[in-house]
């Protein structure tokens, strides 16, 4: 068993072009909240509603793709992304509402067939490294939104912006159909999708006490990633006196820290410390990048913002490759399952927290607060991880 270049590859290229669709609204939010007559804030609502939606196709998802196949599953990503993206360059309230529920109906799929290809073709001991290094695409694909969406929107508009997005994703939807029937190879096509039920991967947390520690510390970490994520251009350019191409940059800074990082994280977890280890102190020091966030002002310096920017990004988007190594890890045989539940966990948090963080901050006319309680949330939760050891797994 070798290293697994081709489906790592694929699995890479997909989550970035995903993630990349869904956090070009954040990476353009002034702009678009100007031209659609909303608060800036509110575009938290848009990404909730992506992964809102994608707990429904994280959980069903690894039904599909025992029947059809991750390469097929990864392909109707693919194509949901293309809808969504000409659905919101439509250009109004509605049609924006629906693209982002278009794109949720199979987002939740991409970690689940991420894994399904990956963890049998991986050994063992490069598991966690393999994982950080799939995981890059999404902050790979908020680099991207934050680079590009901006200086196009400012020259084209968003909606353009939008449909330049549509060119990368259509070609590779066309070119994962070359390997799929070797990939896919081990797909059951009697194998009935809804047969188990939308709650039977929670019954996993029930037999298991170190995936309910697990679970709590992904909601909590995705929950503080994307407050981050969702609110930095909004919050820089209202109250850092950054201007949008500038907290563009800030926000990609943000996602190149993650991409750097997160095989760093999965190195270290197969060679040096526990996964466990490694979660908990990521979450301590993201707490703490999350207090200073949110005292972020005029008088700042911008070195000092973006400092701030790469350890958040290291520690509070580093953390996935970790945790999905440690959901497929702690699943087993059922590992694609369990990816499917840890991925709709995830969601929650992001589906909960940002929308009550756009509240918040509307609510207070400040950001100190709201970033004090997510951070808190995710310092308590990783010390309950690492305090529940991992003997008990």
């Not at 489906?7 to 678009?32: K, R």
């Not at 909730?48 to 196709?57: D, E, L, N, R, T």
């Not at 259509?170 to 799929?180: A, D, F, G």
Request: aromatic fraction near 8%.
């Amino acid at each position: 068993m070798g290293f697994p270049t081709g489906p790592l590859i694929a699995t890479l290229a997909i989550q970035s072009l995903a993630t990349m669709a869904a956090y070009s609204f954040p990476a353009a939010a002034p702009a678009i909240a100007h031209d659609l007559q909303v608060p800036g804030t509110l575009v938290g609502f848009f990404v909730a509603a992506v992964y809102g939606v994608g707990i429904v196709s994280a959980l069903l998802s690894p039904g599909f793709i025992r029947r059809h196949g991750a390469v097929r599953a990864s392909q109707v990503v693919l194509l949901a992304t293309l809808a969504m993206l000409l659905t919101c360059a439509m250009g109004s309230i509605a049609s924006v509402a629906i693209g982002a529920a278009l794109l949720g109906l199979a987002y939740g799929a991409t970690a689940p067939a991420s894994t399904h290809l990956l963890v049998p073709r991986t050994p063992p001991g490069i598991m966690n490294f393999v994982m950080g290094i799939r995981q890059i695409g999404v902050p790979l694909g908020g680099v991207l939104a934050g680079l590009v969406m901006a200086p196009l929107t400012v020259r084209l508009g968003w909606r353009t912006a939008l449909l330049c997005q549509t060119v990368p994703v259509l070609i590779l939807l066309l070119l994962m159909q070359i390997p799929r029937a070797r990939w896919d190879s081990d797909r059951d096509t009697t194998h009935a999708i809804f047969r188990a039920g939308l709650l039977a991967p929670f019954a996993l947390l029930r037999e298991s006490p170190a995936m309910r520690r697990l679970a709590l510390t992904s909601f909590a970490y995705t929950s503080l990633q994307l407050c981050f994520t969702t609110f930095m251009t909004v919050h820089l350019t209202s109250k850092a006196g950054f201007d949008l191409v500038r907290a563009g940059q800030a926000l990609a800074l943000f996602q190149i820290s993650a991409v750097l990082t997160r095989p760093i994280w999965g190195w270290l977890a197969d060679k040096v410390m526990a996964a466990n280890k490694l979660l908990a102190l990521q979450g301590v020091v993201s707490c703490t990048t999350a207090v200073l966030t949110g005292q972020f002002g005029a008088d700042w310096p911008p070195l000092a913002v973006l400092a701030i920017c790469a350890v958040a990004g290291a520690t509070a988007s580093g953390f996935t490759g970790l945790a999905y190594a440690e959901w497929a890890r702690l699943g087993g045989a059922r590992r694609t399952e369990a990816t499917g539940l840890g991925t709709a966990i995830m969601f929650a948090g992001v589906m909960l927290i940002p929308p009550a963080f756009s509240v918040t901050v509307t609510l207070l006319g400040d950001y100190g607060v709201a970033y004090a309680a997510v951070g808190g949330l995710a310092a308590i939760s990783g010390l309950l991880l690492v305090g529940g050891g991992r003997k008990s797994d």
